[in-house]
Structures are given as structure tokens and as C-alpha cells.
């Protein structure tokens, strides 16, 4: 019956080794290899760790009278100083051999994602310019929160951030890097399998750290082809009661809606939330009630969230908000 619970165990906490957030499930060239490198080192670690349960063993059971001091100099001269200068000297050579492909350039697109206090902006066709850079100078394609690049080839990400340090990582594609405030940093995403992966910060910055997630959808060339586009048009549904209760209240301060006069850069670029799936930086899935709950109750939703609730405004408002928002696809 134990072993069987063991089993049932070990099962169970496998199989939440997979899915679309983990190193343990690659989707990318780069975490392959991690992984790859991942289990060299757990397997070696096990070796090691065996052979010194077993000199335990033998010094304790099996032979538990005193050594002499030549034994205990050589054993520590070889096990205590050679034999780690050698495993972790050929674990380094490993290490950097893998390096170049990592930093070997990109053939795909070149998108810039700026880490914000607690979400992501996300610019398709960038030059070298970080994103915020990019929004300002209303170059390039805005989005945010959700980050579609296309299957098969590598895509160059460049990260940047207006404030403090966050760290850009989809465990299934690569490895992490950090966004740093006055530079520009590089990692490139080469997906090998279509799907939806999650993304998050993986760099403690402030109150809502652990919310500031994204989404990334990995699709065939000509679909990320099609996403641009779409994203890159400006809103249509403008004749909405929701519209002008956006306007009416100021959020075109903080938020753009292309296409209307709303033209904030502070928070997320809104102009086609509805075709995202998530919303806050993927705490909620994008429906209607969700948009209204997030406008109304904010920091409820997202605790140290950066923008203000608005919950003294009649809910026919933040409904009619929520709507068009949603239908802004
Ligand atoms: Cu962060």
C-alpha cells in the first residue's frame, strides 16, 4: 500500500512537470539545452552523492576503526581537492561551450518588451530602440502582455525598462534575462513546437511581482504575420456608449485606444484588448465581467497594481467601458 501511495507520488509530481510553464516540458532550442544540461548535472550530483554515502558507510560501519593519516591526507587531497577542481572545470568547459548558440544572431523579427510596474510592453517591429522609446516616438507596432512570435525561427527580443530591474523568462523557450533600467538587453526565442506558453517576471519588483505574467503564442510564420497586422490597425468600434465613458473619465490619460483621442502611454495599450486572452498581465481571462471588475475594484484584483480603482463610478459605466473594451478585438 506504500508503495503503491508512492507511486501515485511520484506520478502525480511528474506530471506537473509538464505544461506551459515549465523547464521540464522545452519548446525552444535554448531550454532544450538547459534541460539537457540540467540532467548532466542532477545525474552527476547522484553519483557523487552516493559515492560519499557510501565512504560514509564504510568509515562508520564497515571499517569503523581509526585511518591512518596518510589515508585521510589522500583522500582529501584527491576527493576534497582534485577530484572537484576536475568535475567542476569539465562542467564549466560544458557550460561555455554552449554559450555561442545562445548569442548567435537572429533570422526572424525583432520585437522590443519593456518590463513596467507590474505588466509588459510589448512593440513589434522595433528597431533598436526599447520600448518605451518606441511608444513614445509612436514608431512600430504597440501591444502588450501577450507576445506572439513566429514557429521556427529566431526571434531577437530586446528588453529594456523605464524603472526598476524585472527578469523577461517563458520557461518552456529559454532562459531568463534581466530588463535593466538605461540598457538594452537581448535574448533571442526560438520556439520549435506551436502552442501558448506563459511568461512571468522572475526578478523580485515590488508589490505585485509575482502577477506580472504574459502570455506567449507561438504560430506558424504567416499567422504572426496576420497578428501584426491586426494589431497594427486601429480600433473600428468607435460609435459605443462605452467610448465615451472611457473618455468621460480620464483613462485616456494612462491608456491609448488608436483611433480615438486617447493617446496615454502610462498603462497598457488597449486598442485591441479583446483579442488578448488575459487581462492585468495575465491574472484574469479577458471577458466582460473580468474588465469590469478590474476597472472597478483594481486593487483588489492586483494588489499594488499602478493604476487607480475606480470604484465610485456607476457600474452602468465601468459595464459599458467593460463592453467596448471587450468587443475591441
Ligand atoms: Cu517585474
Redesign the pocket.
Known amino acids: 500500500m506504500a508503495r503503491f501511495g508512492f507511486v501515485v507520488g511520484a506520478v502525480a509530481a511528474l506530471s506537473a512537470c509538464r505544461g506551459p510553464q515549465s523547464t521540464f516540458d522545452p519548446a525552444g532550442t535554448e531550454s532544450a539545452e538547459v534541460l539537457h544540461l540540467f540532467w548532466w548535472m542532477l545525474g552527476g550530483a547522484v553519483l557523487i552523492w552516493l559515492f560519499v554515502m557510501g565512504l560514509s558507510v564504510y568509515a562508520t560501519k564497515a571499517h569503523p576503526k581509526a585511518h591512518s593519516e596518510r589515508t585521510g591526507t589522500r583522500l582529501i587531497v584527491w576527493g576534497g581537492v582534485a577530484f572537484p577542481v576536475v568535475v567542476l572545470t569539465a562542467l564549466l568547459a560544458f557550460g561555455l561551450q554552449m554559450m555561442p548558440g545562445f548569442r548567435a544572431p537572429a533570422d526572424g523579427p525583432r520585437i522590443a518588451v519593456s ?1 513596467e510596474r ?1 505588466w509588459w510592453r510589448i512593440h513589434y517591429e522595433a528597431s533598436d530602440t526599447p520600448g518605451v522609446a518606441k511608444t513614445l516616438s509612436g514608431e512600430g507596432v504597440p501591444s502588450a502582455n501577450e507576445l506572439w512570435i513566429p514557429v521556427g525561427k529566431r526571434t531577437e527580443i530586446l528588453l529594456s525598462s523605464p524603472d526598476v530591474i ?1 527578469s523577461f523568462w517563458v520557461p518552456n523557450i529559454a532562459g531568463k534575462v534581466d530588463t535593466i533600467p538605461g540598457r538594452i538587453t537581448r535574448i533571442v526565442l526560438e520556439p520549435t513546437r506551436t502552442g501558448t506558453f506563459h511568461g512571468i ?1 522572475a ?1 523580485f ?1 515590488g508589490d505585485a ?1 509575482a502577477q ?1 505574467r504574459f502570455v506567449v503564442k507561438v504560430v506558424s510564420e504567416a499567422e504572426f504575420a496576420g497578428r501584426v497586422e491586426a494589431e497594427r490597425a486601429p480600433a473600428t468600434l468607435l460609435d459605443h456608449p462605452g467610448r465615451l465613458a472611457f473618455e468621460a473619465n480620464g483613462c485616456g490619460a494612462c491608456h491609448q485606444v488608436r483611433g480615438t483621442a486617447s493617446a496615454g502611454l502610462v498603462g497598457p495599450d488597449l486598442t485591441h484588448l479583446g483579442s488578448r486572452e488575459t487581462l492585468g498581465a495575465g491574472i484574469l481571462p479577458v471577458t466582460t465581467d473580468n474588465i469590469q471588475r478590474f476597472i472597478a475594484l483594481t486593487e483588489h484584483e492586483k494588489p499594488g497594481v499602478q493604476m487607480p480603482s475606480f470604484a465610485t463610478l456607476p457600474p452602468e459605466q465601468t459595464r459599458a467601458m467593460a463592453e467596448w473594451l471587450e468587443a475591441l478585438k
Do not use: I, K, N, T
Request: with cysteine.
Open positions: 518590463g507590474f524585472h517576471c526578478e519588483c511581482h506580472m
